[in-house]
C-alpha cells in the first residue's frame, strides 16, 4: 500500500505534505528520548513488514501495522511512520518522494487513531488488552485502506477502479493483521507490559 510518483495530482501532493509536517512537528514534541529505543525497535518492525508484498490483480496487499504502531507508540507513531516510510522509499522505491506526504498520512493518521482508542479502552487485564488491541489493529487497515481509496480518487477516474480493487483487497489484511495485533499486545503484556503503558494504567485505577 504505497502511493507512487506521479499518481496523485500536484495540489494534493504538495496539501498532504504540508500536513504531514505540521503532524511531524506535533509528535516530535510528544516525544521522551528514554522511548527512543522503543520507537526504534517499532520503526523497524513497521519498515521490515511494509516490505514484503503480496501481488493480487493490479495491486499488492502486505502487513501495515498502524494499528499496532499507534498502539505501542501513541503520539509519536506518526513520526516512526514517516521514518520508516521515507527509508524505504530511498532505499527501496516503494512508494515515491513527491508522494510521501499523502502516504504518510494513509498510514500516520490511522495510527494516531489507533493509538488513542487502545489507551482509551484497553483496561488493565490481559484479556481486554489483547482484544482491543486487535480491533485496533484491525481498524488501522480499514482506515488506511479508506484514506488509499480516497487519494486515488483524487487521480481521476481512470484510478477509481484500482481505489475499489485496493479495498476489497485489504480486507483479508485486516483480518490477519488483527489476529497479529491480538497476539503481541498479549505477549507483550506478559513479557513486558511497561511497554504498553499497562504499569502506568494500574497505578491510576
Not at 111 to 133: I, P
Request: proline share 4%.
Amino acid at each position: 500500500m504505497h502511493i507512487a510518483d506521479g499518481v496523485l495530482p500536484t495540489a494534493v501532493a504538495a496539501g498532504s505534505y504540508i500536513v504531514t509536517l505540521a503532524g511531524l512537528g506535533l509528535s516530535l514534541r510528544t516525544l521522551d528520548q528514554r522511548e527512543l529505543p522503543k520507537i526504534a525497535v517499532v520503526s523497524s518492525s513497521f519498515f521490515v513488514a511494509s516490505l514484503i508484498h503480496l501481488p493480487l490483480g493490479p495491486t499488492s496487499v502486505h502487513l501495515l501495522l498502524p494499528g499496532l504502531v499507534g498502539a505501542l507508540l501513541g503520539p509519536t507513531a506518526f513520526l516512526s511512520i514517516v521514518v520508516g516510510l521515507f527509508l524505504q522509499s530511498l532505499l527501496f522505491q516503494f512508494g515515491g518522494l513527491t508522494a510521501l506526504g499523502a502516504n504518510s498520512l494513509m498510514m500516520g493518521l490511522p495510527a494516531l487513531v489507533c493509538g488513542f482508542l487502545y489507551r482509551r479502552l484497553r483496561g488493565t487485564s490481559k484479556k481486554s488488552n489483547a482484544l482491543v488491541g486487535s480491533l485496533v489493529s484491525g481498524l488501522g487497515v480499514l482506515l488506511a485502506a479508506l484514506i488509499l481509496a480516497f487519494f486515488l480518487a483524487t487521480g481521476g477516474e481512470s484510478f477509481m477502479g484500482v481505489a475499489k480493487i485496493a479495498l476489497v483487497a485489504h480486507i483479508p489484511v485486516m483480518v490477519v493483521e488483527a489476529l497479529v495485533g491480538g497476539f503481541v499486545i498479549s505477549f507483550l503484556y506478559q513479557v513486558k507490559p511497561e511497554l504498553l503503558g499497562v504499569t502506568l494504567a494500574r497505578e491510576n485505577v
